[in-house]
């Protein structure tokens, strides 16, 4: 049996636009409403978040390198140039 599509994804808090979050999820559109609810502590006070980018992965190996990546210095440099 394959195994879901992991996708990683990058916010933008919407009263604090330079403030960006990454994660990564199997199921996005839950993911996306605990991050507006409150639910997930890392991002309770930047809300609400809006969706500005969404990539989905077969390997669950790779979507957690490519996650990794966003969250280092250049990865952050990165989502900040690429996802204005």
């Known amino acids: 049996m394959p195994e ?3 996708t990683v994804y990058v916010l933008q808090s919407t009263i604090q ?5 990454v994660g990564k999820t199997w199921n996005l559109q839950v993911r996306l409403r605990d991050h507006n609810t409150g639910r997930s502590r890392h991002t309770a006070s930047g809300r609400p978040w809006r969706l500005v980018a969404s990539i ?3 390997d669950v190996d790779r979507a957690a390198q490519f996650e990794k990546y966003l ?8 989502t900040r140039r690429h996802f204005r």
Not at 17 to 21: A, F, G, K, T
Not at 71 to 78: D, H, L, V, Y
């Open 56 to 58: 989905e992965f077969a």
């Open 17 to 21: 636009q330079h403030r960006y979050y």
């Open 71 to 78: 969250k280092s210095g250049s990865g952050r440099a990165f």
């Open 4 to 6: 879901p599509q992991t």
